[in-house]
């Protein structure tokens, strides 16, 4: 059962809206995104429903495991209940696709993630971002989506957010 749904971003305006910030746009097209409380804590935003937690670490994304470990030794999680929600650029754009535990596919806040918890039994919704068909990785997920892509995002991220809905809907309903 899932207890907490991690969103992998990073912080500031500088990468709102970037390829590494899949993560924290689908909390956004969450249908109840609206309805969420979110607060500073675990170095980053913390929002509860019902006895599902979410969180949107505001550490750099190397960095996530910090903030993801922080959350999980306060309330006891174990690693086997969260639902990492990250970009991945080994799918194509706009492909979701869910799976339990497994590689890191060199993310480097999935790696984080691994190093703080010592474990990859997470489950992660990766958020296809496609590869760069040149120049470099990390200058790739750092810039913003080409106007085209833009135009596909509100699909994606929606689709994204019904995986989630539907893995927490008995938890979140009102």
């Known amino acids: 059962m899932i207890r907490l749904v991690v969103f992998l971003g990073n912080p500031g305006p500088t990468y709102s809206r970037t390829r590494h910030n899949a993560g924290w746009m689908v909390a956004d097209a969450l249908s109840f995104a609206g309805a969420l409380d979110w607060r500073a804590k675990f170095k ?33 999680i174990n690693a086997p209940d969260i639902l990492v929600v990250h970009d991945d650029i080994e799918l194509e754009l706009g492909k979701v696709e869910l799976r339990a535990g497994g590689g890191l596919a060199g993310h480097n806040g999935l790696r984080d993630i691994n190093r703080v918890t010592g474990t990859r039994d997470f489950s992660r919704l990766r958020v296809g971002v496609s590869r760069p068909t040149h ?21 994606i991220l929606a689709r994204a957010a019904a995986v ?3 893995l927490v809907a008995p938890a979140t309903s009102p």
């Open 44 to 76: 980053g935003r913390f929002a509860s429903r019902s006895n599902i937690g979410f969180l949107k670490p505001e550490t750099l994304m190397n960095r996530s495991g910090e903030s993801v470990g922080a959350c999980m030794t306060f309330f006891r």
């Open 164 to 166: 989630i809905e539907e």
């Open 135 to 155: 120049g470099d990785v990390a200058g790739y997920v750092l810039s913003r989506f080409a106007a085209d892509e833009e135009a596909q995002l509100p699909d």
